[in-house]
């Protein structure tokens, strides 16, 4: 019998709803049939789902609690600022670490926060977090020059400008996933015969990347919908999924008796319609006090009078990208951020108070933190009774919400991170998640308007905790339908699937019903013992220049505030 052999296709923002109609229009004929005669069903990602988080839950089956991975950046102890992650700030081993030391080969490529790439059994190369110009995105080292000689340059990062609204932008994107498309699969294919992997893991961002900035043409019920864009794109966006689903058909093709392909998301995508600025709502709450010195001052006037970050993107800049004016930036918020260098023109964070603030947002997607004396450096919250009953309070007012488009309060969208979280990094959690992205709501942190609602934004489509799931080959079930998935859920499965043994402090759990009960039988669950914590990692591997980098992207894409 030939051995058991793993795909692992990981599609960044793959969403059943969004797929179902190219399924149905016969562009993605496989993943049709991968739905219909394999398991399928949604995967629940990470609160908040953003990429950083719901990638590390992905690779270690934790919580963030336990990898501590809460979103692009890692607040500095004992300071108000903050650094970019990088591998090295993720606790908790990934799976392929694990399934190497059972001498098992691996080849994982792309994936979000696996820059530096570590040693393998196998090969790696990192993807999205990569600073800009390394050559050190692969391991072993040399592999990239390997690659480059087969395939030509490796695709890390988009060349055209992160506002993708003029008819030429729109263009090079198109053309530019496409290409991403067919060289990721040419090199995943290629590294898997090479080293005969056992898995062989590919991650492809630009799905994520086409509903982010296009939904607005795929989606006719969205707000934003642009039928003269639709009518002459469309077909260039269903050619990328389709494309996509004929790799997933070399995929099952090159399957062998024993061979089965698992494909998963982080999170899935909805259609932006508005967004809450939570700093602006604790601002007028009253929760977060802003510096009373005279330029701060200055800029809560420019604020109240409506010149904020919002009136520059959506009256001007905007305008003049769908013009065809270019730009000298990639995006019009990497201009915003030039234009408030060293805080002079928009209030930001560096206008907070600390003394007198008891809550901010940032990191983005909702997160709250309590400025908590002992914890924080110039905190005023106690812990303990006046916590407790701060989380209390802000958690009513933040239930009491109206979405205004609907005219009710927004549902299930507040969580303590008791509820949420648990482990070693439980410290480092946001106090509250406020997430509204069910109901195409995204929070945000930047004080981009005076309001607390707008409809202004530079993407189409936010993310929804609700990716994807599928598999298909031996060993799996043939025709399930799966009910509650979680993004932790895959680590484990993996690891029985390829005959290991499972950590016991994974949370995720074996997707038992994905297996026939012959094989259940057969290969009885065996767990070892949890990892050991080391406490005295660094978590922070990256140079000032590589932060500098790094920082600019996140912000350009709305990340990072």
């Not at 988080?53 to 500095?76: E, M, Q, V």
């Not at 950590?503 to 995720?508: A, C, L, Q, T, V």
Request: glycine content about 6%; some cysteine.
């Amino acid at each position: 019998m030939s051995k058991k052999e793993l795909f692992l296709l990981c599609i960044d923002g793959g969403d059943l709803d969004l797929f179902s109609p190219l399924m149905k229009m016969g562009k993605m004929p496989h993943l049709k049939k991968i739905k219909e005669e394999g398991a399928h069903g949604y995967l629940t990602s990470t609160l908040p789902p953003i990429t950083a988080p719901a990638w590390s839950s992905f690779i270690t089956g934790k919580n963030p609690g336990k990898h501590g991975i809460y979103g692009f950046a890692l607040k500095k102890k004992e300071s108000y600022e903050h650094t970019i992650l990088n591998s090295a700030s993720r606790g908790g081993k990934p799976f392929w670490d694990i399934l190497g030391e059972k001498d098992k080969k691996v080849v994982v490529l792309n994936l979000p926060t696996t820059y530096p790439p570590t040693p393998v059994n196998g090969a790696m190369i990192s993807g999205f977090l990569t600073p800009s110009g390394k050559r050190d995105f692969t391991y072993p080292k040399a592999l990239v020059e390997e690659l480059e000689d087969k395939f030509g340059p490796y695709p890390l990062y988009f060349k055209t400008p992160i506002a993708i609204t003029n008819d030429k932008n729109i263009d090079d994107f198109l053309k530019e996933c496409l290409y991403a498309l067919e060289y990721k699969f040419k090199a995943a294919f290629y590294l898997k015969e090479k080293y005969k992997s056992d898995i062989t893991v590919l991650h492809i961002w630009e799905t994520d990347q086409i509903f982010h900035w296009l939904l607005h043409i795929l989606d006719e019920k969205h707000p934003a919908f642009d039928k003269k864009k639709k009518d002459k794109f469309i077909d260039k966006v269903h050619d990328y999924f389709f494309q996509l689903d004929q790799k997933i058909g070399s995929i099952l093709n090159g399957l062998g008796e024993n061979g089965a392909l698992i494909i998963a998301s982080d999170h899935g995508l909805n259609s932006f319609h508005l967004s809450l600025d939570l700093n602006t709502w604790l601002y007028h709450q009253g929760y977060l006090s802003l510096k009373k010195s005279m330029s701060t001052r200055l800029r809560l006037l420019l604020w109240r009078l409506g010149i904020t970050p919002e009136f520059l993107m959506d009256k001007i800049l905007m305008k003049a990208l769908k013009r065809g004016i270019k730009l000298r930036f990639r995006s019009p918020l990497e201009l915003i951020e030039l234009l408030n260098k060293r805080n002079f023109l928009f209030l930001s964070l560096y206008d907070i108070d600390w003394s007198r603030t008891r809550a901010f947002s940032r990191f983005g997607f909702g997160q709250i933190f309590f400025n908590v004396r002992g914890r924080d450096p110039e905190g005023i919250v106690n812990p303990g009774e006046e916590y407790n009953f701060l989380k209390k309070e802000i958690m009513k007012k933040l239930n009491e919400i109206i979405n205004p488009e609907t005219g009710l309060p927004f549902k299930d969208a507040v969580f303590c991170k008791e509820d949420v979280y648990k482990g070693p990094y439980f410290d480092d959690a946001p106090d509250i998640i406020f997430s509204p992205l069910g109901e195409h709501c995204l929070p945000t942190d930047n004080f981009m308007t005076k309001s607390l609602f707008t409809t202004s934004s530079l993407i189409s489509g936010i993310h929804r905790r609700e990716g994807i799931f599928l598999a298909i080959g031996s060993p799996f079930t043939r025709r399930i339908k799966l009910k509650k998935t979680s993004i932790m859920d895959i680590a484990p499965t993996l690891l029985y699937a390829l005959g290991c043994e499972i950590p016991e402090d994974m949370d995720g759990k074996v997707l038992k019903e994905i297996f026939p009960p012959q094989f259940l039988a057969d290969n009885l669950l065996k767990y070892s013992a949890p990892e050991k914590i080391d406490e005295g990692k660094s978590r922070h591997s990256l140079s000032e220049e590589e932060e500098k980098d790094l920082k600019s992207r996140l912000k350009a894409l709305g990340y990072l505030s």
